[in-house]
T-cell receptor, first 111, second 112 residues
Framework: KAGVTQTPRYLIKTRGQQVTLSCSPISGHRSVSWYQQTPGQGLQFLFEYFSETQRNKGNFPGRFSGRQFSNSRSEMNVSTLELGDSALYLC??????????FGSGTRLTVV | SQQGEEDPQALSIQEGENATMNCSYKTSINNLQWYRQNSGRGLVHLILIRSNEREKHSGRLRVTLDTSKKSSSLLITASRAADTASYFC????????????FGKGTKLTVNP
């Protein structure tokens, strides 16, 4: 069974640009969550999607958005990038009340 | 703010020794999960313990949960150099929010 796949692995963007990150969950998993990890703030919840609907959103500005497609693949978008958006972005999927399976993450650097 | 707080923040032991990490949280939970992360890579799910369970084992891992004290511990027995990683506890709120709240983690170093 393939794991959670995140693309790209690394990304360098300039302040003010926008970025789109992609996540393919484990086949059959309908819940996809996104987390941001930084040295200062640790792991923080961004949002969670289930069957194309956003069910939960973390405490992030509106520049952070996401969506889920009918095949459960998810994308997150960050517009007007700031230096503080530099982080490891992790996607996770699960089905049922079990633990989450995380992808390897996308390392975003904003310069 | 973080829901879980791990203790200690860093732990250095010799191979073969046991490692114990603790986690405290603030509100009622559905379950508590432990994850491992190697050098800024993705998180690996280790074990999930539900709020009505007190202890769970998986291989060399033993997790306890005390809901009255809002705390959990992760014990790794007979540690190996390959166990070197950061370990995070994460709580899944009561009410099924589908949102994990992570602590800041314990950085474990196992010296060969």
């Amino acid at each position: 069974k393939a794991g959670v796949t995140q693309t790209p692995r690394y990304l360098i963007k300039t302040r003010g640009q926008q970025v789109t990150l992609s996540c393919s969950p484990i086949s059959g998993h309908r819940s996809v969550s996104w987390y941001q990890q930084t040295p200062g703030q640790g792991l923080q919840f961004l949002f969670e999607y289930f069957s194309e609907t956003q069910r939960n959103k973390g405490n992030f500005p509106g520049r952070f958005s996401g969506r889920q497609f009918s095949n459960s693949r998810s994308e997150m978008n960050v517009s007007t990038l700031e230096l503080g958006d530099s982080a490891l972005y992790l996607c996770a999927s699960r089905e049922g009340g079990y633990g989450y399976t995380f992808g390897s993450g996308t390392r975003l650097t904003v310069v | 703010s973080q829901q879980g707080e791990e203790d200690p923040q860093a732990l250095s032991i010799q191979e073969g020794e046991n490692a114990t990490m603790n986690c405290s949280y603030k509100t009622s939970i559905n379950n508590l999960q432990w994850y491992r992360q190697n050098s800024g890579r993705g998180l690996v799910h280790l074990i999930l313990i539900r709020s009505n369970e007190r202890e769970k084992h998986s291989g060399r891992l033993r997790v306890t949960l005390d809901t009255s004290k809002k705390s959990s511990s992760l014990l790794i027995t007979a540690s190996r150099a390959a166990d070197t990683a950061s370990y995070f506890c994460a709580t899944d709120y009561e009410g099924g929010s589908e949102k994990l709240v992570f602590g800041k983690g314990t950085k474990l170093t196992v010296n060969p």
